[in-house]
């Protein structure tokens, strides 16, 4: 199985609103991914530089997919970290439009379950401007979207409305559970979208001491295979 995970980091500034990059470093190593999604994981303003220091990253036991858009982890704050050795391929960031900046960073990883499409995005707060990012997002990663999995802060309430475009592309849509806010986890913003290709087994919310302060999200995780036919 490949443990994914998604989890928004909020600029690795916790709960009591100190940037602590090693706590999120250490909450990422408990949840033991093979693959993570980050979201917020620059610093927004200036050179966007990465919201986690070298030695963060290095203490997740994982490695940074690249880009070439300067000294953060990856675009508009999306960032994947990766099992050593895996290889990565064909990495693409495009923007997203809406009321406000959007992105999604997209790496086609070789893992031991065959090629996976990992696209990690932050949707917008507008329901709106969410649909029409979705549709863009349909647009870059298709027409085949069999490979393909989303890991995102979707930023959509209701578990049955608002995603339509994804589910309508083929995809299937999986919430681990409530991971926002990490005070009082009541809201399901972080999903995993998967393509024909793969099949979920276990999935879940990691609440534990070292994600309880770390951000206000808690990192959600899935265990997936290809599909037997």
Known sequence: MI??????????VGLDWIRRPMRVARAIAEVAPDIIAMQEADRRFGS??????????????????????????????????????????????????GLEPRGALVARIETPEGHLTLCATHLGLARASRIKQMNLLIEHLGPDMSEVAILADMNEWSLRTGVEPLVQSGLALYSPGPSF?????????????????????????HRTKATSRASDHLPVWAEIEAAKR
């Not at 443990?3 to 690795?12: D, E, H």
């Not at 203490?59 to 050593?84: Q, S």
């Not at 990490?182 to 972080?190: G, I, M, S, Y």
């Open 48 to 97: 966007r530089a990465s919201a986690l220091t070298r030695e963060a990253v290095e203490h997740t036991g994982l490695v940074p997919v690249e880009t070439d858009v300067g000294p953060n982890l990856g675009w508009h704050g999306n960032a994947i970290l990766v099992r050593p050795g895996w290889t990565v391929s064909d990495v693409r960031q495009f923007d997203l439009l």
């Open 181 to 205: 806010h990490t005070t009082r986890p009541v809201a399901n913003l972080d999903r995993i979208a998967l393509g024909s290709k793969w099949q979920i087994g276990k999935m879940g919310v």
């Open 3 to 12: 443990r994914l995970a998604s989890y928004n980091i909020r600029k690795a």
